[in-house]
Nanobody, 124 residues
């Protein structure tokens, strides 16, 4: 049974950095899947943050995080990371990692596996 687990969330001051990690367990290889990060702030809908395809490391980012967040994957370690720099209070949300076979999708219903989420709070 595939399980995806996020880690690395926490409380950080504005302008600070955090690194989120997404790991797979249950004998599941992330290498066959595109992996995306989504986030959901209180009272708001869940939104896509970034995604990385399986081939050539092709990535995409929401406009709100471009230039500040970087997604990367290490298939040998079966992990995907999201480096978040220059964090802002509006980045506060629960961040979710999700997997879709092969290619990134803007449709959240295409994602077959989701983690439980990790809280990121940006506050002074």
């Amino acid at each position: 049974q595939l399980q995806i687990v996020e880690s690395g969330g926490g409380l950080v001051q504005p302008g600070g950095s955090l690194r989120l990690s997404c790991a797979a367990s249950g004998g599941f290889a992330l290498g066959s899947y595109a992996i995306a990060w989504f986030r959901q702030a209180p009272g708001k809908e869940r939104e896509g943050v970034s995604c990385i395809n399986i081939s050539h490391g092709i990535t995409n980012y929401a406009d709100s995080v471009k230039g500040r967040f970087t997604i990367s994957r290490d298939n040998a370690k079966n992990t995907v990371s999201l480096q978040m720099n220059s964090l802002k209070p509006e980045d506060t949300a629960v961040y979710y990692c999700a997997a879709v076979f092969r290619l990134c999708s803007s449709d959240q219903t295409d994602y077959s596996h989701w983690g439980q989420g990790t809280q990121v709070t940006v506050s002074s």
